[in-house]
């Protein structure tokens, strides 16, 4: 989508633009935000790709992520809360793209099976079926974008016995909701925002129980009674699991929160990222043009902080490579551009000093193109006052408010706190905002 708005920014600025195709397997746009309560194969066989479940929150304030070219202000027309549902979010990003005329680039329910680069002719060809016709055609492009997002493919580590446990298995991707979880006790593996999220949805909704493990390190946070951070496990008997520290609890339900792999099977593997996920990814120029073929690029391939805006600056980036407004640096430049972002990145101890890391990668790209500029050390320091707000208050410091680096605008208080609201709906969301309106804010952020 960022890719897509790139372009259609500079043609309505007069750049001639060329043909480009977005080949997207789901029926609709929004990727990720994209709900879908099917798991697993959807109707044609295909791997389900949204990892999202009912009542997902975003775990980030909403001002990190706004688009500097189209801001919540404007598309809601009045000030929202920082941290919105999922179909919120979705109809935000839906918005930009619904007032311009992308959606004519685009194939829906269209799956790319393969990427073959030729190298004499310099070129791609692109395999790819129309997924309700099964039809299939392969096509020749001169430059490939690779957006199809990373948490998509479950990872899931083996446990010793685990094939003895009775209870309910699943991973995170196909979560879609925690009320089936009321009396149960809960096990997330894991120790990143998935196993947050989860075991807190789990909370939320009555389970008796949440016990996260960890492999590395704990979450840490001062979480309420009847949840609680273990380490490692070392085998599973039955309904009971074994942890490192010698002690054992039985679980009725177990959730791996255990990542993703970075997976693309349509591309050949000199053409495909690996690896873990990781704030600077191996080989990506400026995070985006695939080094070992500067034809083929990535937008959004990064762990991430930053979100919607960095994939934009990316995008814009990519776009003003292809076009030729910006010059592609030679090999050895990018070698050494990578090399030197990387060794500063492996100096990075802890998660605020990634968080400036990753402001100062977006800085550095936004200085690349004409993407309205934002003032980046602020976003940098909404993400700061988040991880500090999380840390006073894991279950509810998503009624904390922040102001919009965009607008100025200080987010409005949800009319209910997040712990006691079991309604997501856009509609719900938005009435309880009307209303909300009338009442002068008591906004703490910003
Ligand atoms: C559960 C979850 C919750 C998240 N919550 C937040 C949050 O609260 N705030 C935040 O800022 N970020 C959040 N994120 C981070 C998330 O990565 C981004 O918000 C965003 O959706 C990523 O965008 P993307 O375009 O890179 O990938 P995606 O959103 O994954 O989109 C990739 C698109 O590519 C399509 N595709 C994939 N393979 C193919 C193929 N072979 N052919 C054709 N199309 C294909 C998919 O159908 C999809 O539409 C969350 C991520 C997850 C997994
Ligand atoms: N509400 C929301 O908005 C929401 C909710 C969920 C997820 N998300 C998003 O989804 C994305 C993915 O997050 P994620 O948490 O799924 O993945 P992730 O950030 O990549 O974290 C993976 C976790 O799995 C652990 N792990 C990996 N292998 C393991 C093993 N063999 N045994 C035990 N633990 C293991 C890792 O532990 P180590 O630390 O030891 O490596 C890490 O804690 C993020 O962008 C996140 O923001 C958002």
Known sequence: MAQLRAFESAERTGATIPEIVCFEKQSDWGGQ???TWRTGLDEYGEPVHSSMYR?????????????????????????????????????????????????KHIRFETVV????????????SVTSEHLPTGETRTEVFDHVVVASG???????????????????????????????????????????????DIGSQAHKMGAKSVTASYRSAPMGYDWPD???????????????????????????????????????????????????NTVYPDGLYRGVVWQ???ALFYVGAQDQWFTFNMFDVQAWYVRDLVLGVAQMPDEDSRAESIAHWRQRFSEIDG???????QGEYVRDLMLQTDYP??????????????????????????????????????????????????????????????????????????
């Open 33 to 35: 935000w994209n709900y």
């Open 55 to 103: 009542n997902l929150w975003s775990n980030g304030p909403k001002e990190g992520l706004e688009f500097a070219d189209y801001t919540f202000d404007e598309h809601f027309g009045h000030p929202i809360s920082s941290y919105p549902p999922r179909s919120v979010l979705w109809d935000y990003i839906a918005g930009r793209l619904e007032r311009t005329d992308v959606r």
């Open 113 to 124: 099976r393969m990427v073959v680069f030729d190298e004499e002719r310099r070129e791609f």
């Open 150 to 196: 990373h948490f998509s493919f479950p990872f899931t580590p083996d446990v010793p016995g685990i094939e003895t446990f009775p209870g309910y298995i699943t991973h995170a991707h196909d979560f879609r909701g925690a009320e089936a979880l009321e009396g149960s006790d809960v096990l997330v593996i894991g120790s990143s925002y998935s196993a947050e």
């Open 226 to 276: 009847g949840f609680e951070e273990r380490p490692r496990i070392e085998g599973i008997e039955g309904d009971r699991v074994f942890f490192a520290d010698g002690t054992s609890k039985r679980v009725d339900a177990i959730i791996f929160c255990t990542g993703y792999l970075h997976k693309y099977p349509f591309l050949p593997d000199d053409l495909a990222l690996s690896g873990p």
């Open 292 to 294: 070992r073929n500067p």
């Open 351 to 357: 998660v605020s000093e990634e968080i400036v890391f």
């Open 373 to 446: 500029e934002f003032d980046v050390e602020e976003v940098v320091k909404v993400f700061i006052a988040w991880k500090t707000d999380k840390q006073q208050d894991i279950m509810g410091y998503r009624d904390q408010s922040y102001r919009s680096v965009m607008t100025g605008t200080l987010a409005v208080k949800h009319h209910t706190p997040w712990m006691d609201e079991l309604d997501d709906s856009l509609e719900h969301y938005l009435s309880g905002y009307r209303l909300a309106e009338l009442v002068p804010s008591g906004g703490s952020g910003g």
